[in-house]
């Protein structure tokens, strides 16, 4: 578990990432977090599995199983901190490793990231969207900070550790049959339900 292949996975899977994990909690940010999955998924139809890459403390999962009461989940999650607060959710499959470590079992309906790719070492990208990929029967989704050009940004003091790119572009050139559904943008100063000035993806694969 501790044989990691990048730095970005130490970094996350250490005291950063344990720390993100009680920052980012809340009812503020659970009802933001419906109103965001909620224009995803009227983009969607028969949606009875789904799996979040990067899930932290289920946040997002939570968010989609209020709008989707009987949708199966499950969660891949390097940090055990975060993954103690998942395992409280009930009825959700865990995959307490790195993404880079995962191995796609069974396909879900949908599968998705939310501000996990942009801290992903770009060298590891292409073998991140083949997971993705993999691991979907028809949909996929990312919710990512975009640039038209890749760029790295300092990251709360650190360097090395946010990347900025076309996540969605990049994805489409590496699989033919990934077809562009709908994307859209949350304003960090929405009146009510603002997100961190994330601009989603939503894909369907063709086969």
Known sequence: MND?????????????????????????????????????????????????????????????KNLLPSV?????????????????LKKIKIYPI???????????????????????????LPQVYDLLYQTSRRYICIAEYYNPSPVTIEYRGH??????????????NQFSDVTLTDYGFVYHRDNTYPQDDITWFLFEKHR
Do not use: C
């Not at 970094?11 to 965001?36: D, Q, V």
């Not at 940090?79 to 607060?85: F, M, P």
């Open 159 to 172: 360097t090395n550790k946010l990347f900025k790119r076309d996540f969605a572009g990049e994805i489409m």
């Open 98 to 124: 790195s993404i880079l470590d995962f191995k796609p079992d069974i396909q879900r309906d949908f599968v998705f990231t939310k501000g996990v790719l942009i801290h992903i070492n770009p060298e590891k």
């Open 72 to 88: 199966g989940l499950s969660a891949i999650e390097i940090n055990q901190t975060a993954v103690k607060e998942l395992e409280k």
């Open 4 to 64: 990691f292949k990048t730095e970005q996975e130490k970094f996350w899977m250490g005291e950063f990432g344990t720390k993100y994990s009680e920052r980012n909690i809340g009812g503020k940010l659970l009802a933001s977090n419906i109103a965001f999955y909620s224009r995803i998924m009227a983009r969607t139809t028969n949606v009875k599995s789904v799996i979040e890459f990067g899930a932290n403390i289920g946040l997002n999962l939570i968010a989609i």
